[in-house]
């Protein structure tokens, strides 16, 4: 499967916990993309990557949040002392990273704080 | 500050009819639209584009018309089939914007047979 990869597809953290968010991008993809959504909203922006880069984070939260894509390995979106309001799905998109291409999304990360 | 607007929380069209989803934006250096399908579960799935040199894109069953005076995009679907009843999102992006894109709230469009 040569598609934007997302792991885990759940994840259940209490509040207080740490959670790690993985993706890996499509094939041939530099350029990576995170995106939060809320129950019945549209993807807010978070954060754009390329590899040991990062490029714009205007979309995320001053703490707790942080995200990184190795020069090697999958990109991670690491929140701390998670809660209950993180709750959401993180979806990641990959691109070539050319002007006026399209973003391939995978199929999110759905993370729940108890 | 909603910059993407889809005003049309829910659209329902029966089978072999036209589908029109519509879109509305209010920043002006928006200059690349995309439509993306969503099923529950599934992450977005990329279906459509256009930049703003262009006014009509066509992709099959799937067109997309952009009026840049008034800032709008709608997304046609014919004819529609059960298939593409999904939620479906439009998306902008600014040369300044470092290729993010901003989303529309959605629109669930049920195709009724």
């Known amino acids: 499967n040569a598609g934007v990869m997302q792991n885990p597809r759940h994840l259940v953290r209490r509040r207080g916990q740490e959670a790690r968010l993985r993706c890996s991008p499509m094939?041939?993809?530099?350029?990576v993309y995170w995106y939060r959504q809320l129950p019945e909203e549209g993807l807010k922006f978070m954060v754009y990557l390329q590899k040991e880069n990062i490029i714009d984070e205007s979309g995320m939260p001053k703490e707790r949040f942080s995200a990184e894509f190795p020069k090697e390995g999958p990109s991670i979106l690491r929140i701390q002392q998670v809660v209950r309001g993180d709750s959401a799905a993180y979806f990641c998109?990959?691109?070539?990273?050319?002007?006026?291409?399209?973003?391939?999304f995978g199929d999110g990360t759905r993370l729940s704080i108890l | 500050d909603q910059q993407v607007k889809q005003n049309s929380p829910s659209l329902s069209v029966q089978e072999g009819r036209i589908s029109i989803l519509n879109c509305d934006y209010t920043?002006?250096?928006?200059?690349?639209f995309l439509w993306y399908k969503k099923y529950p579960a599934e992450g977005p799935t990329f279906l459509i584009s256009?930049?703003?040199?262009?006014d009509k894109n066509e992709d099959g069953r799937f067109t997309v018309f952009l009026n840049k005076s008034a800032k709008h995009l709608s997304l046609h679907i014919v004819p529609s089939q059960p298939g593409d009843s999904a939620v479906y999102f439009c998306a902008a992006s600014a040369p300044e914007g470092a290729q993010k894109l901003v989303f529309g709230q959605g629109t669930r469009l049920t195709i009724n047979p």
């Open positions: 998109a990959s691109s070539l990273g050319q002007a006026n291409q399209p973003q391939h």
């Open positions: 094939k041939g993809h530099s350029h």
């Open positions: 920043n002006s250096m928006f200059d690349y």
């Open positions: 256009i930049s703003s040199i262009k």
